[in-house]
């Protein structure tokens, strides 16, 4: 094939994998007041079908590149198509929410896999001169799959049936599959090195035990003793795994990036803020459609108003950068961010649909310059050579942060409505939840109040728009 075509094709095709993992990462959470029904659950009780999403993310992405160099980007990235189709089959055939998170699971495995390896087979399979043009075909989906996502699942949801949300992916994938095997070149390491398994079983088991617990806590779906005992046994793994990484030349996951300042406010200022981030698109949703009785059509209108919000914001987030730098930025914009989740929790019913829409507008919009800086700054002191190691890091941190949203959102609207004494989820049981995240904005700048005032200087005067 010309070099040309292939400049165009292997980022197209790996685009669009990745918006059809966005897009089925996005359109689940308006289903779900739908899916709780059906399965007899109370809605709050799928936050553990969202959880076990992220995990998958999380648990397998720190490895995906040795993967991928040990067995061949193409065979590693078809795979994690077919893994992902086969969960998403498993999801629209679950009879219970038990078969639904497995499902949701397997989802996770094949979205840490597509997403990664995605990156690795375009920077091996084009030249360096079209390497920019070629990813920005990655940023399409990242800013069309959390505005298509909401419409597209609300819409089905509410005309059809939320089963046929996963028959999405089939002929995406599949189309997915054979374009891979055609197009993409098998290309790996002859020398990947050696892999740290005892590590990876710590930090997996650790990671999934935690947040499992932490998502069945006065859930329906087991006794609380159980879901402490699993709490317990992954903070177990967790500190083992600590131990473990101090002892080992090249962990899996190296917590010595955390003497950088840069990564360190970055990864764990950025975990606090992504923890009431990642609680948003599972709040949101019910609030409109639980609280204010919405249907999951009207609702996803709404909940992508933050998707133009971050469009709108990534073409000014150079600019600020430049402005103001990084410590101030995060700072200042932490709080504003704080304010816009916690603000969602104003609403009642009768509240006018464009004041909706705008403070849900405002929630895209200031979280996206946060993301944006946070990424940007985790590498401002990382040598070339440790990138892929500290990407691992990050990564993990990151989904797990996510994760940990939902499960914090969910155990507050428990409390929430139980303290006020209501039989079923009602619109006051959600303001607590909301302040409650948007508070995790507020506890992140302590940390980034550490940053020096040039931190990351050499990044944001190159930033200029």
């Known amino acids: 094939m010309p070099l040309a075509i292939k400049a165009f094709v292997a980022p197209l095709i790996v685009a669009c994998a990745m918006f059809m993992e966005?897009?089925?990462?996005?359109?689940?959470?308006?289903?779900?007041?739908?899916?709780?029904?059906?399965?007899?659950?109370?809605?709050?009780?799928?936050?553990?079908?969202?959880t076990s999403y992220v995990l998958g993310l999380g648990v397998f992405i720190p490895i995906c590149g040795w993967v991928a160099d040990r067995f061949g980007a193409r065979t590693?990235?078809?795979?994690?198509?077919?893994?992902?189709?086969?969960g998403s089959l498993l999801c629209a055939a679950s009879g219970s929410l038990a078969t639904f998170t497995v499902a949701r699971f397997v989802q996770g495995v094949g979205?840490?896999?597509?997403?990664?390896?995605?990156?690795i087979i375009i920077f091996r399979s084009v030249r360096r001169s079209e390497f920019i043009r070629a990813m920005n075909y990655l940023?399409?989906?990242a800013m069309l799959g959390p505005a298509v996502g909401p419409l597209l699942g609300g819409f089905i949801t509410t005309y059809l049936h939320w089963r046929l949300i996963f028959f999405i992916n089939i002929p995406i994938g599949i189309a997915g599959i054979y374009l891979t095997n055609r197009y993409i070149a098998n290309s790996r390491e002859e020398h990947p090195g050696r892999l740290d398994w005892f590590g990876f079983f710590l930090s997996a088991s650790g990671g999934t035990l935690l947040l499992l617990g932490?998502?069945?806590?006065?859930?329906?779906?087991?006794?609380?003793?159980?879901?402490?005992?699993?709490?317990?046994?992954?903070?177990?793994?967790?500190?083992?795994?600590?131990?473990?990484?101090?002892?080992?030349?090249?962990?899996?996951?190296?917590?010595?990036?955390?003497?950088?300042?840069?990564?360190?406010?970055?990864?764990?200022?950025?975990?606090?803020?992504?923890?009431?981030?990642?609680?948003?698109?599972?709040?949101?949703?019910?609030?409109?459609?639980?609280?204010?009785?919405?249907?999951?059509?009207?609702?996803?209108?709404?909940?992508?108003?933050?998707?133009?919000?971050?469009?709108?914001?990534?073409?000014l987030a150079s600019r600020v950068l430049h402005r103001f730098g990084f410590r101030h930025t995060l700072m200042v914009n932490a709080a504003l961010s704080g304010l816009a989740i916690a603000a969602c929790g104003m609403f009642f019913p009768g509240t006018?649909?464009?004041?909706?829409?705008?403070?849900?507008?405002?929630?895209g919009f200031f979280p996206a310059l946060q993301f944006t800086s946070l990424n940007s700054l985790a590498y401002a002191?990382?040598?070339?050579?440790?990138?892929?190691?500290?990407?691992?890091?990050?990564?993990?941190?990151?989904?797990?942060?996510?994760?940990?949203?939902?499960?914090?959102?969910?155990?507050?609207?428990?409390i929430s409505q139980s303290v006020q004494g209501h039989a079923t989820i009602v619109w006051p049981d959600f303001w607590p939840a909301f302040v409650v995240v948007g508070a995790f904005s507020f506890l992140s700048i302590p940390v980034t109040a550490r940053l020096s005032r040039e931190a990351g200087s050499e990044i944001s005067r190159g930033t200029r728009g």
């Open 22 to 50: 966005s897009v089925d990462a996005n359109v689940i959470v308006t289903a779900i007041p739908e899916m709780a029904r059906a399965f007899g659950r109370d809605p709050v009780t799928l936050k553990i079908a969202v």
């Open 76 to 86: 590693v990235f078809r795979t994690a198509i077919g893994v992902f189709v086969v």
């Open 111 to 119: 979205g840490a896999m597509m997403v990664p390896v995605g990156r």
């Open 139 to 141: 940023s399409v989906p």
């Open 214 to 315: 932490l998502s069945l806590v006065g859930g329906e779906l087991m006794p609380n003793s159980v879901a402490g005992a699993m709490c317990a046994g992954g903070a177990v793994m967790v500190v083992l795994y600590w131990l473990h990484s101090r002892r080992t030349e090249r962990p899996l996951l190296d917590l010595r990036f955390f003497r950088v300042p840069t990564f360190q406010a970055s990864v764990l200022g950025g975990s606090l803020f992504r923890i009431g981030l990642g609680a948003v698109p599972f709040l949101l949703p019910l609030a409109l459609q639980e609280g204010l009785h919405m249907t999951a059509f009207k609702s996803g209108s709404i909940t992508c108003a933050s998707a133009f919000g971050g469009m709108f914001m990534r073409s």
């Open 352 to 363: 006018p649909t464009w004041v909706i829409w705008t403070v849900v507008l405002l929630g």
């Open 381 to 414: 002191e990382i040598e070339t050579r440790d990138v892929g190691r500290a990407t691992s890091l990050a990564s993990f941190i990151q989904q797990v942060s996510l994760g940990l949203g939902v499960t914090i959102a969910g155990i507050t609207l428990d």
